[in-house]
């Protein structure tokens, strides 16, 4: 029975594919079993919508006249510094980048209202920027300061490139201390007072094709509202880590680096976010498309929030310190419940990752598939999998001896 | 008939220094509950309280702090959630103290109670996309 997707594609060409979310799987495979739901489904559509820090994008903002050499010099996007170490007018805008002015934790919990994140989901918007630059002036590019206002629509290019994104798996935050504790996982309560988990589970993308075997380098995604492609493994890229019986990674795994034209993006799918005390971020929305080309394929994305374990790691010690102990394994099931037991504990739980919004993606994504509008990719080359032997490497500081 | 409403009181400068509250047990019999208070002598105040007693002594109540130069407002006024901001993650339900915000478990969006607000705002910067906003 196996399918190509090239035979998907002249499906979805014909507009005859069968598509289904990756929660709908769930049900399908259960009535039907997994033989007969590969033979009728083409394709399963997942979604995620997260704070994803290793977000930004490259924009070329076009020459003044007289021209000036932004590489090298310092510039601001709305007071947001961006990276100007690359060419003359090619700057980059990091997500997590806050103003040089900002308190930051100097009042602690710093608030973070506004950082490069922010000015990303602005720009998508269609909403002017103010770019103030300074240059050291050359013979070619005289010029060393300008101050203009920028917009999307008259940039050459505006490039969201993500280079970790769509953690395949994470941890559950919780606080054994006794004060609050202000992390990228939200305000954690003294005592055990509550725990913060941060994934789409059983629509997760990676969660869905756990060993890689359709999404690969070259996937073609749904990508903050628009398209967009996976370029490369992410950084922190893990496939050794830790697995169950299922296949599904119990830890932090695999990651992508994704890119696409922010061009054709929507702000709704690419929102600035604070973290209270911690820092300025991007929620990314993303979505990846399953071809059903096997019933082991199926199978991987018929998986549901019960089969999937986090483990529950304390931020206020074992976190910061980097100490690998960890307070127990927790279903995703039991974080959706509402509560989880921790040291014999009911601890309350929260999420930092949209569920509602990654079913929203799924289902956008599922559309465009239906309609035709959206053709699957063959990959170009794969993932590195378990057997690459690819880990995340801790740093191993060296003293510097001249 | 017995009422009890959550209410925000705003004071004049001029009114910070009088003993409104007490006059609302003693004149007409009502009971309170602080729910937040800001009030410095000389400046606008704001009080948020829980009032109960009797319809008809809740009403003439009501009536003497308006007469009073009080402004009054309904509680759920104040913490407010914009709806085109909430990505609705649930970063705010553990940090609520009151349990006002809770998960719809069949679309797991995160409704918020705003009779249940005690408007404490530890949501508003503890929310991601900055979707709770405190009014006053």
Request: proline share 6%.
């Amino acid at each position: 029975m196996a399918k190509t997707i090239a035979e998907i594609n002249e499906k979805i060409r014909k507009g005859k594919a069968v598509v289904v979310t990756a929660e709908d799987v769930i049900g399908i495979a259960k009535e039907e079993g997994t033989r007969r739901a590969a033979q009728e489904i083409d394709v399963v559509t997942t979604g995620t919508f997260g704070p994803m820090c290793s977000s930004g994008a490259f924009l070329n903002i076009g020459h003044s006249k007289p021209r000036i050499k932004l590489g090298g010099g310092k510039v601001y996007l709305n007071d947001i510094p961006v990276y100007t170490g690359i060419a003359a007018v090619d700057v980059f805008l990091g997500a997590t980048a806050i103003p040089d002015d900002d308190p930051r934790n100097k009042f602690y919990p710093g608030e973070f209202n506004y950082g490069g994140g922010h000015v990303i989901q602005e720009l998508v918007a269609g909403k002017d920027i103010v770019l103030t630059a300074a240059a050291y002036g050359t013979d070619c590019y005289p010029r060393k300061k300008l101050e203009t206002l920028i917009n999307i629509k008259d940039i050459n290019e505006a490039i969201l490139f993500d280079v970790r994104n769509a953690y395949q798996n994470y941890n559950v935050a919780v606080n054994v201390s006794e004060k609050v504790r202000y992390t990228y996982m939200g305000v954690l309560k003294p005592k055990l007072g509550n725990a913060n988990y941060s994934t789409a589970g059983q629509l997760s993308p990676l969660f869905n094709d756990p060993y890689y075997k359709t999404i690969g380098v070259g996937t073609k995604i749904f990508l903050g509202g628009g398209i967009g492609y996976i370029a490369w493994h992410g950084t922190q890229h893990n496939p050794a880590a830790l697995r169950g019986d299922n296949g599904v990674p119990r830890r932090g795994a695999a990651t992508l680096a994704v890119i696409g034209d922010l061009k054709q993006m929507k702000p709704e799918w690419l929102v600035g976010t604070s973290m209270l005390g911690y820092g300025c971020t991007l929620t990314v929305g993303i979505g990846v498309p399953i071809p059903i080309l096997s019933e082991e394929i199926l199978r991987y994305t018929a998986v549901t929030d019960a089969d999937i374990l986090a483990p529950i790691v304390d931020y206020s010690e074992a976190y910061p310190q980097r100490e690998p102990d960890i307070l127990g394994e927790v279903s995703y099931a039991e974080l959706k419940s509402g509560s989880i037991k921790v040291q014999g504990k009911d601890v309350p739980t929260g999420s930092m990752s949209s569920y509602p919004k990654a079913v929203e993606i799924a289902n956008i994504l599922k559309k465009w598939i239906e309609k035709g509008e959206f053709l699957l990719t063959e990959a170009v080359a794969p993932l590195p999998g378990v057997e690459s032997g690819l880990t995340s490497k801790p740093l191993k500081e060296r003293p510097i001896v001249e | 008939m017995n009422v009890s409403r959550r209410i925000v009181l705003h004071f004049p400068p001029n009114m910070t220094g009088q003993p409104v509250v007490s006059r609302l047990v003693k004149d007409f019999g009502l009971t309170f509950n602080i729910l937040r208070a800001s009030i410095s002598p000389g400046q606008e105040g704001l009080l948020v309280l829980e009032l109960s007693g009797e319809q008809k002594n809740y009403d003439k109540g009501v009536k003497y702090l308006t007469e009073a130069g009080i402004e009054i407002q309904s509680l759920s006024q104040d913490v407010v959630r914009d709806e085109s901001k909430c990505t609705h993650c649930g970063a705010c339900i553990t940090v609520c103290p009151a349990d006002a915000f809770s998960v719809e478990p069949r679309t797991r969006k995160v409704l918020f109670d705003h009779n249940k607000c005690v408007v404490c705002g530890l949501c508003v910067k503890a929310c991601p996309p900055r979707a709770m906003l405190l009014y006053f």
